[in-house]
């Protein structure tokens, strides 16, 4: 028997109503796995299940049906039951988290939550695949931890109320982000923004170019240049080699004065000690050596 999915309006809450299989009532409620790159693209069909795929590091292309989408770091997909897709992990750091519930653990969700309004039932209602992608980065630590924990507690016996817990507190923050996503369009270039600055701040030693970050932000490259401008006060290239010398200035202060110029440069993510000097002059005002004899002489 094939689902059938609508919404139910109640006085304090909207759930989903659902035609399971016949097979649904001996089917465990969650599972989560969390993969590695293998060099394989997979293909999947979960006739009872919702399969919701959170990118943890690299990239991956999720393709069901006529939509295809490319998540990176933080991206999230959530796939519906009876949707063939397929999923490829892009690159040898891909790892990915994935979560497969059934149409029975949605609809308990939906009835725990009831009063948060209509946009979670909506999330669930699409009947095609939902991609939420930036996420913003302060929510990015709490999420990769969330994800911790429920994989922790799916290996432990008796933890299905646990779980559901915690996958209620965490489809919820994702129906806030689905909204944010539909109605504030500002509230989403600014997501992608911040979504940029962390994975700067976490990847500065890396080549970072504006053609790379506008497509982990999926921007244009001139859509994505305006945002980090309205949002930071400066271009992608003043902002990165702020960042760079930052952490050149972290590392001054650590070390004890045996860690070449050389090396320093390297380490700031800089090409070469000429561009490395360049922007240490211009953003902290005084040379290197000058930078270490005044901090040599505030240390006697």
Avoid: W
């Amino acid at each position: 028997m094939r689902e059938k999915f609508s919404v139910r309006n109640a006085d304090d809450s909207r759930c989903l109503t659902i035609t399971p299989s016949d097979r649904h009532d001996s089917l465990p409620p969650f599972v989560i796995t969390h993969s590695t790159y293998d060099g394989c693209e997979r293909s999947y069909y979960y006739r009872d299940y919702f399969r919701l795929y959170y990118a943890e590091r690299g990239y991956i292309t999720l393709t069901s049906g006529k939509h295809s989408a490319r998540l990176s770091y933080g991206d999230i997909a959530i796939i519906p039951p009876d949707h063939t897709h397929t999923v490829a992990l892009s690159t040898s750091d891909t790892e990915l988290y994935e979560c497969s519930f059934t149409i029975g653990l949605v609809e308990d969700i939906l009835k725990m939550q009831a009063g948060t309004g209509g946009t979670l039932s909506r999330l669930f209602n699409t009947g095609e695949l939902v991609i939420i992608q930036p996420v913003p980065a302060e929510f990015q630590i709490h999420l990769q931890h969330l994800m911790e924990f429920i994989l922790f507690e799916a290996m432990r016996p008796d933890s299905e109320y646990a779980i559901k817990n915690c996958l209620a507190a965490l489809l919820c923050e994702f129906s806030n982000l689905y909204r944010a996503q539909e109605n504030a369009p500002e509230v989403l270039e600014k997501n992608s923004v911040v979504y940029a600055i962390h994975y700067i701040k976490q990847n500065y030693a890396e080549n970072i170019t504006l053609d790379g970050m506008a497509a982990l932000t999926h921007a244009s490259r001139k859509d994505f240049c305006r945002r980090f401008k309205q949002f930071t006060g400066k271009t992608l290239h003043e902002f990165v080699n702020g960042v760079r010398i930052s952490k050149a200035l972290e590392v001054l202060k650590s070390t004890e004065g045996d860690l070449s110029f050389s090396s320093l440069s390297s380490i700031s993510g800089f090409e070469d000690y000429t561009t490395f000097y360049r922007n240490f002059v211009k953003i902290v005002g005084i040379s290197p050596t000058e930078y270490i004899l005044e901090r040599n002489k505030k240390l006697q």
